[in-house]
């Protein structure tokens, strides 16, 4: 089969690979049909994730049909259309036993830390990903769904990652009705997040970012008030100054690791990976928030220390809320608002490309270039 | 208003968001939210027919934190540690938990280590690993790098120019391995030369 393989930072390339086998009866092979790049393959593609093997897959936002199944599967067979969340996870473990699926005990030796995700570094599991024409499901009976009829493709692909993260990061803000809500990064998940805000109530939703082709689609997409973060000397100032020096009730990080606005801080972690992650976007979300108020944080970081303003969220008295997100747990609500027309996650869909080109793919996304919020990878057998 | 009791007024009221924004409030009971509570206890959500899973065939000695009590039954099978890159791997799982520095710097390190054995490797195939292909810098051409860059008030371009310095390290580190090991074999060919 043909798949994305890691060759070092920066560099990936597609190389012909074994079909995966069946490891555990409750396995399956499921051919990938379409699969995405998200922005947390660009920390693993940048280097920054510890234990990111070269030859590796990367991938773990993907649907597809299956193709095998181990002996012990009985809610699946070959021939159905399947969507997979990014999370593996087991079902009974004293996490999963209670909801938190991203945080699985039994699917990841390398890290306690951490459940398993597919195709991200063996910091996470060691499993190879999406971004290729099979990849092995484990547990098959507790982590895809069959993909609703009336659903679309693209939809379903990202409703495995980047819309329940979005969905979720709203819901970690416990937003009441009327509060001004606060979201760093309109990337896919930032765009999500602003969306979703409105659902729970948020009386204003307003985005930051650098990139206005993506500040122009919060405007559009997500109805929300915009800011180049670019554009301000100081931008904790700024946002004091637009909520009448109170600060906003809820803020959410969906930036993450490699967030930009202070060189020192870029470059110590994305670049010289001295710290787990740049907390730029982190620190302006404890410093605009208001006291009293919480911080959501969906952007992800590396498992090294960061450099974060710890203080001042004591001080200000603030709630902290974060995971990764547990995707299967938002499915039935959200299928609810694809279908009612509340969400349409494809709307940011901006680039589909081969998987042979996928080493063009992984830089457009990376360098933002060409408008770029969201590439889905089409392989060819799908 | 902030140095006062009441809060600032909202720029849109409420009843006209909800005219104006589709599904605006649907999601306002908590209890419609599928996230809250954070741990709910539900067994039967998962579709699992297990009460502990059966254990997956561990094909070589897998690597894991220190932190776990035993093996979990399940695991990633891509990419099984070798070389240099996989002794330093090893240790680090074996030595250091989670919360230390030293076990994080040292995947890091190996992580640079595998890239460079790796492009070391390829070199001796047919098919060595091209710079320019694996980047994707091609797209810069076919994609409007320019325009998407300049005339932009992007913040990343200040570092972008260092990305080509990360890209072409382990090149210079293999081309430096394998100046120095040409140097020793050519010197121990001349001294065994000498010798004969
Ligand atoms: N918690 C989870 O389950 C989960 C799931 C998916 C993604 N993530 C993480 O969420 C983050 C965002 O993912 P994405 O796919 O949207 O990535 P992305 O890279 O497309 O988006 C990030 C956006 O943040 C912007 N940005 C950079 N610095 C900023 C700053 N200081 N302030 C405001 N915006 C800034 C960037 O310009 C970009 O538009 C990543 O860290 C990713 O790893 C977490
Ligand atoms: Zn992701
Ligand atoms: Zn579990």
Known sequence: ?????????????????????????????????????????????????????????FGHEFIGVVEQVGSSVQNLQPGDRVMVPFNIFCGTCFFCARGLYSNCHNVNPNATAVGGIYGYSHTCGGYDGGQSEYVRVPFADVGPSIIPDWMDDEDAVLLTDACPTGYFGAQLGDIVEGDVVVVFGAGPVGLFAAKSSWLMGAGRVIVIDHLEHRLEK?????????????????LVVHMKKITDYLG?????????????????????????????????ALNWAIDSVRKGGTVSVVGAYGPLFSAVKFGDAMNKGLTLRMNQCPVKRQWPRLFEHVRNGYLKPSDIVTHRIPLEHISEGYHIFSAKLDGCIKPLVIPNAA | MTYTPQKPPLPVSVDELRSRIPGWGVDLNPKDRPAVPKERFDLEATGAHWDFPER????????????????PPVFGTSCPPRGISGAIRKYAYARYSEGRAAHWLLLLAADRVDAVEHHLRSLLTTHPDNPITETGVWAEFTHHGMASRFG??????AHQPLDPVIVAGPWVAAGGAAYVGARKLAKAMSSSNGHA
Request: glycine content about 6%; some cysteine; proline content about 5%.
């Open chain 1, 218 to 234: 919060a405007r559009t997409f997500a109805h929300a008030e915009t800011y180049n973060f670019t554009d301000y000397d100081d």
């Open chain 2, 152 to 157: 932009q008030k992007r913040a990343d371009l």
């Open chain 2, 56 to 71: 997956q065939l561990e094909k070589w000695p897998r690597e894991r934190s220190i932190e776990h009590g035993m093996l």
């Open chain 1, 1 to 57: 089969m043909r798949a994305m393989v890691y060759r070092g930072p920066y560099k990936i390339r597609v190389e012909e690979k074994d079909v995966p086998p069946i490891e555990h009866p409750n396995d399956a092979i499921v051919r990938v049909t379409m699969a995405a790049i998200c922005g947390s393959d660009l920390h693993l593609y940048h280097g920054m994730m510890p234990d990111t093997r070269v030859g590796m897959t």
């Open chain 1, 248 to 280: 906003a009730d809820v803020a959410i990080d969906a930036v993450g690791a490699e967030a930009d606005g202070s060189f020192l801080q870029q470059v110590t972690s994305a670049k010289l990976k001295l710290q787990g992650g740049s907390p730029v």
